[in-house]
């Protein structure tokens, strides 16, 4: 059940309650794709930096280790020994990512596996199956995801099929959780609104999905080619059409500055890859913009990367000593980069909720985008 608490403009501050906790919105799902943050970032890591869900995709887990396996062994939540909420991805995502892999259908997707080419069938209720194998708190409905910058037609073709694809997957989602032998019969059902940068088409199918009365409603396709600002016109076109007492999640967005515009714009879920990929690389999120640690001026810097920030990296550890390991290639340079940059997100995700909470939003994301824009390295 989605709890609306406050509203400033558009600007949502709610909680959803799930079988595995309560998830205060809004929020930045941590993406661990293969039932990890990549990384070396450990399950005791994640809850001491305040993640409150964790998303994990389900068409790499079906490759390996594979669904049966993890429901064989308790679902995923035992499997990685988190207790916290998981959102499992449909696998939708990958119909786009590996197009020279895979051949749509009307009954579903044909791929060859990235990993050792074998010949792998998801539909929307093979879909269903997985993330039910797997447990997760919310399953995402199936669907395809088009370039942003597909021709018209094949867009409303394919939002067509989509529809009916998340027409299947919710009479399987419901066929599933009535099984006495689910594992997880609470699993909550989120559908997905494509469209490209179509507006009209974008509308017209978030007003479609939400007659279907679905545990909570996404916004796809976006991040995959258009500009920021197409982007935040589609989220201004489409969230109007969603219900405003469930939650709306804009996937794979995003950065800073992307998660507080569309917070504004009405969006309360989010996940992205930013953090840990940029971690990794050495480019650390603070609140005075984004620094590259490799960069030479840091070789002597014996501050931590953000002064009173208080993740792991920071409350011990200098920028010149991170700097060294990881121009050294250890991988604690790398983890300790991931881990500042999801306590950054998370802490910031914390700042929002308490800003909606007191009235205080619109000056908070000023000064917020502001201070970021302030001190950000060319």
Request: hydrophobic letters at 35%; proline letters at 3%; one cysteine or more.
């Amino acid at each position: 059940m989605y709890r609306l608490l406050k509203r400033e403009g558009r600007a949502k501050r709610g909680e959803l309650h799930t079988v595995h906790g309560v998830i205060q919105t809004p929020v930045f799902m941590n993406v661990g794709t293969a039932a990890a943050i990549k990384g070396a970032v450990s399950t005791e890591d994640l809850e001491r930096i305040g993640t409150q869900v964790q998303l994990s995709n389900t068409y790499h887990l079906h490759v390996r280790p594979g669904d049966m396996v993890i429901r064989q062994l308790g679902g995923i939540h035992k499997f990685m020994s988190w207790d916290r909420p998981v959102l499992t991805d449909s696998g939708g995502f990958q119909v786009f990512s590996l197009a020279g892999l895979r051949r749509i259908k009307e009954e579903g997707v044909y791929f060859h596996s990235h990993v050792d080419g074998r010949k792998i069938f998801m539909g929307p209720e093979e879909s269903m199956r997985i993330q039910s194998n797997l447990a997760s708190t919310i399953a995402m409905a199936f669907d395809e995801c088009p370039s942003a910058k597909a021709e018209r037609a094949y867009v409303q073709a394919s939002v067509e099929r989509t529809t009916r694809w998340l027409e299947r997957c919710k009479k399987e989602m419901s066929r599933l959780n009535a099984l006495p032998d689910t594992l997880n019969r609470e699993q909550l059902l989120f559908g997905i609104n494509q469209g490209a940068v179509y507006g009209d088409i974008r509308t017209d199918h978030a007003k479609r999905i939400a007659e279907m009365e679905l545990d909570g409603y996404a916004i796809g396709g976006l991040a995959v080619g258009e500009t920021h600002e197409e982007m935040y016109e589609v989220i201004e076109q489409v969230v109007p059409c969603l219900p405003a007492d469930k939650p709306t999640y804009l996937m794979g967005v995003g950065t800073p500055a992307n998660i507080l515009e569309s917070v504004e714009r009405g969006v309360d879920f989010f996940d992205c890859v930013y953090p840990s990929r940029n971690g990794r690389h050495g480019h650390l999120y603070t609140n005075h913009g984004k620094i590259n640690l490799f960069n030479a001026k840091y070789e002597l810097d014996e501050r931590p990367v953000e002064e009173g920030c208080g993740c792991p990296a920071c409350r011990r550890y200098s920028r010149a000593y991170i700097r060294h390991l990881l121009k050294a290639g250890e991988m604690l340079g790398m983890r300790l980069c991931v881990l500042h940059n999801l306590y950054f997100y998370n802490t910031m995700m914390a700042e929002i909720r308490a800003a909606l909470e007191e009235g205080g939003f619109a000056a908070y994301k000023k000064r917020k985008l502001e201070s970021m824009a302030a001190g950000e390295e060319k």
